[in-house]
């Protein structure tokens, strides 16, 4: 297998040389005429593709073998030169993705995303959110036909060909139905299908091929992507099921859809105004307080992450609106349900354990969930990462670390080697590098719109509490043990609840905790 992985990389990489520069330049460079086999144009673009990708990577294992070979792991010419080389390598990984679109900049888009990789990549990758080139109409309308029918005007009264917004796999446009009911079509690109099953293809072999990058950069895991983003019914379903969870509030919307016009490569749904979630502007120029989303954003997701086990895996700016509609002066509209994660129920009830043992920095508890999530000696480093706090820290929950503190998880981290932070990224399951990824995104977002951390920590505190108690069910056993499990929870909740109220009080924020936890049922 080896052998022939080696034998598909020289290949390969070969054949990029001669092509990569041409198909950069001029990605439509096959000269086919429009009625040859389609099927011949897609396998030879992803053979370029492939290529591209190969090429890529063998570039960066290259550079990584050869500019840090012979140097002391712990000499700062190493971190000097390590530094150096993750920028040249993000820079090439960043053209990979800009020339290969779709999965790529979904890729890129992820790795951005991620607070464990180092700052060059997720700074350079950055730029990937918010760039996607719309695909030619003419492109747009034969998926739409072979997928709604050849006459599009038996649907839809007015349909504009300027797309509305385009992604990394689609673009949407806005059009009017025969009713008169206004909604956003979702259309998928051109020939995405065929070009997935290549990259997916294509990755997986450099995966097996290029072992040393992974254990130094990230562990590749298609699980973490949480979903197939490219059937659009499965969006629709998973769209569907959030807005059941968000029945009761008023703060969500989720575009409803249609389905007599929703096939696996076109979705239609409710179309929704606003602005994105970090637009100031936009919220100035309404009224709407940047601090108050913030705070309503993070207990969303909380909510997601903690009680209803199903999560948004993709809350990016461009997935989440701000609308001046609501009761409380706006709402949040949830787009994009392509990639969503179902929790484990074992790993959702752990997690909310976890948060629990965070907030009353219970060492012990936090070490006997770091055994049962497989990380074993690592998970002393749970709260630096998600409360800002060491596992010794005598600190108040948000109030991060002394100086001494500081300095004594700066030594301690000097010890650890690059093997020990890739042991940790994989060993972590699978939920929890969604759950990473999500947390990563939002904590951007938070600082975007000018709140303080603290809102998380108190919003993640808080729906932990309400994770356990949801867990609750008279009807699941005995009277007696649904009894003794409800005293129990109330006891440990009131417990929380002083310790979230202290938190809260200096913060100025107002902690909307019931005085007794709430049965929860999604």
Not at 260 to 285: A, H, I, N, P, W
Not at 446 to 451: E, Q, R, Y
Request: aromatic share 10%; net charge positive; charged share 25%.
């Amino acid at each position: 297998m080896r052998t022939k992985n080696t034998l598909y990389l020289i290949t390969a990489t070969g054949f990029a040389g001669l092509t990569y520069q041409s198909s950069a330049e001029n990605p439509n460079f096959l000269p086919f005429p429009n009625d040859f086999a389609e099927k011949v144009r897609a396998g030879l673009n992803g053979v370029v593709r492939s290529s591209r990708a190969v090429y890529t990577i063998t570039s960066n294992v290259v550079d990584y073998k050869y500019s840090l070979h012979g140097l002391p792991l712990d000499s700062d010419e190493y971190h000097l030169k390590l530094s150096e080389v993750n920028l040249r390598s993000a820079k090439r990984m960043l053209k990979l993705c800009e020339a290969n679109k779709g999965f790529y900049v979904k890729g890129g888009q992820f790795v951005a995303a991620m607070r464990q990789v180092p700052k060059e990549y997720s700074s350079t990758l950055s730029s990937l959110q918010d760039k996607a080139v719309p695909c030619h109409f003419k492109a747009i309308k034969k998926v739409l036909t072979d997928n709604l029918g050849e006459d599009l005007s038996e649907f839809f009264l007015s349909f504009d060909e300027q797309p509305i917004a385009a992604a990394s796999i689609a673009q949407v446009h806005r059009a009017l139905l025969k009713d008169h009911q206004e909604v956003a079509v979702k259309v998928q690109y051109p020939g995405l299908e065929q070009q997935m099953k290549i990259d997916f293809a294509t990755v997986r072999i450099l995966s097996n091929s290029v072992a040393w990058v992974r254990k130094k950069i990230l562990k590749f895991n298609n699980s973490t992507a949480g979903g197939d983003s490219t059937d659009f019914v499965q969006e629709a379903k998973n769209s569907e099921r959030t807005s059941k969870n968000f029945k009761r509030n008023s703060m969500v919307r989720v575009p409803r859809v249609f389905w007599d016009l929703t096939r696996s490569q076109v979705l239609t749904m409710q179309y929704c105004s606003g602005s994105k979630v970090d637009d100031l502007e936009f919220m100035k120029k309404f009224g709407i307080n940047p601090k108050k989303v913030a705070k309503a954003l993070v207990e969303v997701f909380a909510e997601m992450i903690f009680v209803h086990g199903f999560l948004h895996g993709d809350p990016h700016p461009g997935n989440i609106l701000v609308s001046p509609e609501g009761r409380n002066g706006f709402s949040l509209v949830l787009l994009d349900h392509g990639v969503c994660k179902e929790l484990d129920e074992q790993f959702r009830l752990g997690y909310c354990e976890l948060w629990n043992a965070l907030i009353l920095l219970d060492s012990n508890k936090i070490q006997h969930l770091g055994e049962q999530f497989g990380v074993g000696k690592y998970s002393r480093y749970f709260p630096v990462i998600f409360t800002g706090r060491t596992i010794d820290s005598k600190s108040a929950l948000g109030r991060g670390m002394s100086l001494e503190e500081k300095m004594n998880l700066k030594q301690e981290l000097k010890s650890l080697k690059m093997e020990d932070i890739s042991s940790f990224m994989e060993s972590l399951p699978p939920d929890f590098i969604t759950i990473l990824r999500t947390d990563g995104l939002l904590r951007s977002i938070i600082s975007k719109l000018g709140a303080s951390q603290r809102i998380r920590l108190l919003a993640y505190a808080k729906y932990s509490v309400y994770g356990l108690s949801s867990k609750l069910n008279p009807e699941s056993g005995g009277t007696v043990k649904y009894a003794f499990s409800r005293f129990k929870t109330t006891v440990g909740y009131l417990q929380l609840r002083l310790i979230l109220g202290k938190l809260a009080f200096p913060c100025g924020v107002m902690l909307d905790i019931p005085r007794t936890p709430p049965i929860l049922t999604t």
